[in-house]
């Protein structure tokens, strides 16, 4: 059964979400690759409608974790809850299904396909008809293809991209792409949304913006989202609270103001300072 | 009317294919029926129409799906053997041969789809070069096996044996034997059940494109592990291409054996498999007009330039070479967009459709 | 006795798979493409030293030595005209192109040379060891077979492993951008690998129709694609894996042949094949290799 109350040394639950079970529990989470501990002793609390923030120096095993929750890679380690559920045994597709969707860092869509097709197929299983019923063109394929058309463009509108739903994926600009990502994994209707440097490749007006958009899809669809990024203004902007993880290990947690003033964050990015 | 409106490239594409297949139909009929066709190439109608099946449904594995089959003749062996011994059953209490024919098709599509799903089940963990050939091997055990398969029909009904022909039969006939192959088929293919087949193929790969599940089988082509982010399962929709692909492949074979009255299973060897892949590289991958255009011409035209037919490999060798360069390598693809560009009046907008047409 | 017969013979025919196999295994390791046309490279060199020695007299050792000559070439050629172009292109392309070149050389070969069956004069004399007061007979070329692939063997570990140029081979199939980076021309050890895997198939070729005379423009094709297997069933891109690989399947086919079917012994072999490969994806010694996501 799901907590009602999350652990507070390692929750970074805003008042908002307090007393209500935290979409997401990680605890003790890690992998190793051929000895090495990639991730390590990995725990993260997430609030039913947070915004949070994971940063840290490149190769510090971000994606991993990333990967970790996604399924992608099974966790030699540590249990994941969703929801309160254990994840545990299942595989990325399930994972998707139990609710959580994700964007990749090095963008993957389907690129031969047309925007709206990639949302659609976001959209494949909560679109409901059978193979058959498909070939065959019975009125539940017309019914339900037409609902997913308008909902592939009611979410692509979110991005004021529904004029751009007959391109294909590949030819849309970088940060189109990036969105059109996003808006695909909310097509799945996760619960928690992952996102990997959302902004990369983003000018500052575009990220201004896409801040914005990640705070309007979390008050619209009221889910978690936890965010990985570089760009710092954005991260200390929306996130609600935030973990930093250097060499496969949290350092540090807290809200953007105790991040930002935690000697162990600064000296994992910045270095440590010579002592004379 | 809002469907028309909303009728997009690819549904009106789709309808250009189904229109093309339609008037070639009523042009051959036409010429049958003025006698003005050539022996030769009525001879070739049934063969060019079982070819077209087999390339549009490889066409849906390579194109669609993006994996590389080279067993394709594998089940269309699977479907000719099949589907002729079922004939052969079915032409004992029924005189209608259409009726023969169909059902005779329905079983070597089934038996096909069978030998797919247990190639694919095992194959389909696999992908890019080590599926290529294992499903060469596939293909090639295939052959194996029915080159020494014996089966007989007698009052008693079936019997089967392997590797040596030791049926005890009383009277009744051989039916397949060993690598002899089948003897003494019913010829009961026809034109027009060519063109049939031709069309539901058509049809059933047309509507799985444009549907939920035909999405998933291209998303998997161009990118699994997104496709596995959203929730789509690779395994079975790759099942899924595999096994329509090869109950095509089925039906394509039984049309095939039935227009002969001899046909010996190397026939359907890795050749035979290249040379569907020959008409669909050519045609275009995920293009099924291409696919139809090229397995009609490069099955009429051998024969018509019989003198130059120790070239006809060769030349198809170069095809597949130059047509895989050209389309994929970005200095020559570059001076061929722009070489196209200049002699088109309209240049072509963005393309919304990917696998159809 | 006849078990023992069988089984030298497994071996010598697994050691002509396993010399086919290292050129798929070397090719595959670098430049990441399965050279379908690798198996044709091997009746070129068939061809080649087969005018060579019986049509213009010359001395079989410099018979074999103007094939690997002519094979290298060929090889590089090959590499530089049809897979170069496509360093960039999807696996799928890259595959169709070499399928299309394996087309290419049978059908040139039956141009230029016919598809009526040459009769291959073996470059090992003829000639058999009696061993057991003859009850075991094993004929040079068996001998020869099993003792070149041994040397061979050994040379190419040693050269991969000591050299330089092994090294920056290794390099080029971790890492091709690194090993650019580290100033290795990848381009120029790509033709390299061709050009060994090419010289060994025409040592291949010879062996294989000084066993099995009967040569015709589709000699190579049934071999390479086993010996491809050889090299998939040993783990792909290992060189000791194409040596175990081969030499199993030899052993495999033979013992088929000898005790089950002559007519489903090539089903066999690829039976066994697709067993491996479902029970382990990655061959006997090969790495796994996971995509970055």
């Known amino acids: 059964m799901a907590k009602m109350v999350p652990i507070p040394s390692t929750g970074l639950l805003t008042e908002r979400d307090l007393g209500k079970a935290p979409i997401l529990e990680a605890t003790h989470l890690g992998i190793e690759f051929g000895g090495l501990k990639a991730v390590d002793d990995f725990n993260i609390t997430v609030g039913r409608t947070e915004i949070a923030g994971l940063i840290g120096p490149n190769g510090a095993g971000k994606t991993t974790v990333f990967n970790l929750l996604t399924k992608v890679y099974q966790p030699t380690h540590g249990t994941i809850l969703l929801d309160g559920k254990d994840t545990h045994g299942m595989n990325a597709i399930q994972v998707n299904k139990a609710g959580i969707a994700r964007t990749f860092q090095n963008i993957r869509l389907f690129n031969s396909l047309t925007v709206e097709e990639n949302v659609k197929l976001g959209l494949h299983n909560h679109t409901n008809y059978s193979t058959l019923e498909g070939i065959l063109r019975m009125p539940k394929y017309w019914q339900e293809e037409k609902r997913a058309h308008e909902r592939a463009l009611e979410l692509l509108s979110i991005f004021d991209m529904q004029d751009l739903a007959d391109h294909k994926a590949g030819s849309l600009p970088y940060g189109a792409q990036r969105r059109l990502e996003i808006v695909r994994a909310l097509a799945t209707e996760p619960k928690l949304l992952l996102l990997d440097e959302p902004a990369a490749g983003m000018n500052p007006s575009e990220t201004a913006e896409l801040m914005e958009n990640i705070r309007k899809i979390r008050d619209t669809f009221q889910i978690a989202i936890l965010l990985i990024e570089h760009d710092m203004q954005l991260v200390m902007n929306i996130c609600e609270g935030i973990a930093v993880l250097n060499y496969g290990k949290i350092i540090a947690k807290g809200t953007p103001e105790e991040i930002q003033a935690n000697p162990q964050v600064i000296e994992a990015y910045l270095g440590k300072k010579k002592e004379d | 009317m809002n469907y028309l409106k909303n009728m997009n490239k690819t549904t009106r594409s789709n309808m250009v294919t189904y229109l093309m297949v339609i008037v070639a139909f009523v042009i051959v009929q036409g010429m049958i029926a003025t006698g003005s066709i050539s022996s030769s190439l009525k001879g070739q109608l049934v063969p060019i129409c079982a070819y077209v099946v087999m390339a549009i449904s490889l066409n849906l594995t390579v194109g669609i799906l993006g994996e590389l089959s080279l067993g394709h003749a594998g089940f269309m062996s699977a479907g000719a053997f099949s589907g002729v011994v079922a004939a052969q059953c079915f032409s004992q209490n029924i005189d209608n041969p259409v009726i023969v024919l169909i059902l005779a098709m329905i079983v070597g599509g089934i038996v096909a789809a069978i030998v797919g799903v247990l190639v694919g089940v095992p194959v389909l963990r696999l992908s890019g070069d080590y599926l290529a050939i294992v499903t060469l091997a596939f293909g090639e055990i295939i052959k194996g096996i029915v080159m020494n398969l014996y089966v007989g029909l007698d009052a008693a009904g079936l019997h089967f044996c392997m590797i040596k022909n030791t049926l005890e039969m009383d009277g009744g006939k051989m039916l397949i034997n060993g690598p002899m192959g089948l003897i003494g088929v019913p010829r009961i293919a026809t034109f027009v059940m060519g063109f049939v087949l031709v069309m539901v193929c058509l049809f059933v790969i047309f509507n799985l494109v444009n549907s939920k599940s035909g999405r998933a089988i291209m998303a998997l082509r161009d990118n699994k592990i997104a496709a596995q982010s959203v929730g789509i399962n690779v395994t079975s929709y790759k099942l899924m291409a595999f096994v329509i692909s090869a109950a095509m492949a089925g039906m394509a074979g039984v049309l095939f054996a039935t227009n002969f009255s001899t046909v010996v299973a190397s026939k359907f060897d890795i050749n035979t498999s290249i040379l569907v892949l020959v008409f669909v590289v050519l045609g275009g991958l995920g293009s099924m007009r291409g696919s139809i255009i090229a397995a009609t011409v490069l099955t009429v035209l051998p024969e018509m330039l019989r003198e130059f037919s120790e070239y006809r490999m060769l030349v198809y060798a170069i095809v597949l070479i130059v047509m895989m360069i050209a389309t994929n390598n970005a200095t020559v693809k570059n001076a061929l967009d722009g070489f196209a560009r200049k002699f088109s009046f309209k240049k072509k907008s963005e393309k919304g459709e990917n696998a159809n047409g | ?293």
């Open chain 3, 1 to 293: 006795m006849e078990f023992l017969f069988n089984l030298i013979s497994g071996i010598s025919l697994g050691s002509i798979y396993a010399i086919i196999a290292l050129g798929y295994t070397m090719v595959y390791g670098i430049a990441k493409m399965l050279n379908f046309a690798h198996g044709d490279v091997i009746m070129v060199g068939a061809y080649i030293c087969f005018f060579a020695t019986t049509r213009y007299g010359l001395n079989p050792l410099l018979g074999v030595l103007l094939s690997m000559v002519v094979c290298t070439m060929l090889g590089i050629i090959i590499e530089r005209l049809a897979y170069k172009p496509l360093r960039q292109a999807p696996a799928l392309a890259v595959l169709i192109t070499a399928i299309g070149m394996s087309y290419f050389l049978q059908n040139s070969a039956q141009l230029l040379w016919s598809s009526s069956p040459k009769v291959f004069q073996s470059v090992v004399g003829k000639g058999s060891i009696k061993l057991f007061d003859g009850a075991l007979s094993i004929s040079f070329v068996t001998v020869v077979t099993i003792l070149v692939c041994v040397i061979i063997m050994i040379a190419l570990v040693t050269f991969v492993n000591k050299t330089r140029i092994g090294k920056s081979m290794r390099a080029v199939s971790e890492d091709k951008g690194a090993a650019q980076l580290m100033g290795i021309n990848v381009n120029s050890t790509i033709s390299l690998t061709f050009a060994i895997g090419s010289a060994l198939a025409a040592i291949a070729g010879v062996l294989l129709c000084s066993a099995y005379p009967n040569l015709v423009p589709t000699t190579g094709a049934m071999p390479g694609i086993k010996a491809f297997t050889a090299a998939v069933f040993g783990g792909i891109g290992s060189i000791p894996g194409a040596l175990i690989g081969g030499i199993l399947l030899g052993i495999i086919e033979i013992f088929a042949k000898a005790y089950i079917s002559t007519q489903l012994s090539d089903a066999i072999v690829f039976a066994v094949l697709i067993v491996v490969l479902l029970v382990k994806p990655t061959g006997l010694l090969g790495k796994k290799v996971s995509e970055k996501v």
